[in-house]
């Protein structure tokens, strides 16, 4: 079955980066693109970006360039969200999701919290 | 980039009661318009894509249509299980953008 399993929540300092992690199985990695969303405490959801596992193509959210980087590993079908300079408004659960039309599946989500 | 515009904030229904919700895009996102469902600490679940085409395991009672700029999600005999916030996305254009969120709760 499709599962997509992220790492554990992790707490960081103003300024610090954040490295979140999605290990993909139960299908073809390289068939499907994995889509980064995150959600503030009680606030809707945020799309982040977009990695092709394919070529590794991305297309980032513009509020976050120069900040966000998104990779894949295809040797370990992991997918990697590194957010730098962070700041008290990232504190969030952030999730990966399998995308084609839509995204069908999703990992459990990573609480990043911000804070000094 | 493409506003996603959902309504009601708030829906109050009954159980065994239909529900619509809607979704306005603030401009054409021809059918590339998918529905989640969302309960409190978990992940969104896709519900429809396409606009009107129901995921894998969704149950029949949710339905999608519309197309262009304006969205509805109907529920035709809410079940206990169905209250939840609910968002619209559109990924015809990058960036992809979500509604605000449609809190559907008991009334």
């Known amino acids: 079955q499709v599962q997509l399993v992220q790492s554990g929540a992790e707490v960081k300092k103003p300024g610090a980066s954040v490295k979140v992690s999605c290990k993909a199985s139960?299908?073809?990695?390289?068939?499907?693109?994995i889509s980064w969303v995150r959600q503030a405490p009680g606030q809707g959801l945020e799309w982040m970006g977009w990695?092709?596992?394919?070529?590794?193509?991305?297309n980032y959210a513009q509020k976050l360039q120069g900040r966000v980087t998104m990779t894949t590993d295809t040797s370990t079908t992991t997918a990697y969200l590194e957010l730098g300079s962070l700041r008290s408004d990232d504190t969030a659960v952030y999730y990966c999701?399998?995308?084609?039309?839509?995204?069908?599946?999703w990992g459990q989500g990573t609480l990043v919290t911000v804070s000094s | 980039e493409i506003v996603m515009t959902q309504s009601p904030a708030t829906l109050s229904v009954s159980p065994g009661e239909r529900a619509t919700l809607s979704c306005r895009a603030s401009?054409?996102?021809?059918?590339?318009l998918a529905w989640y469902q969302q309960k409190p600490g978990q992940a969104p679940r896709l519900l429809i894509y396409?606009?009107?085409t129901r995921a894998t395991g969704i149950p029949a009672r949710f339905s999608g249509s519309g197309s262009g700029t304006e969205f509805t999600l109907t529920i035709s005999s809410l079940q206990s299980e169905d209250f939840a916030v609910y968002y619209c996305?559109?990924?015809?254009?990058?960036?992809?953008?979500f509604g605000q969120g449609t809190k559907l709760e008991i009334k």
């Open positions: 999701a399998r995308t084609y039309s839509g995204y069908d599946y």
């Open positions: 139960g299908y073809s990695f390289t068939s499907y693109g």
């Open positions: 996305q559109q990924y015809k254009n990058w960036p992809s953008t």
């Open positions: 990695i092709s596992a394919y070529n590794g193509n991305t």
């Open positions: 396409g606009a009107s």
């Open positions: 401009q054409s996102v021809s059918s590339n």
